[in-house]
């Protein structure tokens, strides 16, 4: 996919997809383009981002878990020097809207909330990661869990999912989870086994214009977006 010259693109993993969208209107004003949402989600397969950039699928800044923005570092697909850190994120459990509230405030509660769902989602992303590979087994409940467990994929929301009734919980990224219509009782990982993430954006290296997308990095880390990056239900970093 080729971009033109008045155009800005972002690809951006589904945990930065709220900020990122409320901050286009400044990112039109600063870029004097059209910026284009090239992704909202890391995703699975063919279309992931991940296949997409290795493509040559132009695009100007790419915002991604820090381990997987690395990652692309080290494949040549980002500039190494571009690298900066902007929000934090924690996850969170929902249910369906008018379902009874789960009780998840501690190790306890949420072994018993996990041993009683019929069926759980989760992302490919990286709460998805830590609930299938470390969150069960360090409850010792990985046997019992796991075969009730869904992959969401296709850049679909786990909420979503949990909103049309289809699973009973649902464990993302809680700025992925904030904005789905549909879902209730959005809680974070009781502290004790709450994984926080790293968000960090970076220049792609088929960017047309890197000079450009530095200055949207340097925004995106300004206080001039803590705003927008608070109320989507990160932190922001380095502000």
Do not use: W
């Amino acid at each position: 996919m080729t971009a033109t010259s008045n155009e800005f693109r972002v690809m951006t993993s589904g945990a930065f997809t709220a900020a990122h969208l409320a901050l286009m209107p400044q990112l039109e004003r600063l870029t004097k383009k059209t910026v284009i949402t090239a992704s909202t989600s890391v995703g699975t397969g063919e279309n992931s981002l991940a296949n997409r950039l290795k493509r040559g699928e132009v695009v100007d800044i790419v915002i991604v878990a820090d381990d997987l923005l690395r990652q692309f570092i080290g494949e040549g697909l980002l500039l190494a020097d571009s690298r900066t850190p902007i929000a934090s994120s924690v996850i969170g459990m929902a249910v369906r809207a008018g379902a009874p509230k789960p009780d998840i405030s501690s190790p306890d509660a949420l072994r018993r909330t996990l041993l009683e769902a019929k069926s759980i989602g989760y992302s490919a992303s990286v709460s998805g990661q830590y609930l299938t590979t470390e969150l069960v087994q360090r409850l010792g409940i990985a046997d019992q869990v796991l075969p009730k467990c869904r992959h969401v994929g296709g850049g679909e929301r786990v909420g979503a999912v949990v909103a049309r009734g289809e699973l009973d919980i649902g464990f993302q990224q809680m700025s992925e989870l904030l904005p789905v219509p549909g879902i209730a009782h959005i809680t974070p990982l009781p502290p004790e086994l709450q994984k926080t993430s790293v968000f960090s954006v970076g220049v792609a290296a088929s960017s047309p214009d890197a000079v450009l997308a530095r200055a949207v990095i340097g925004f995106l880390a300004s206080s001039a977006a803590t705003a927008a990056i608070t109320h989507s239900g990160l932190e922001p970093i380095g502000v």
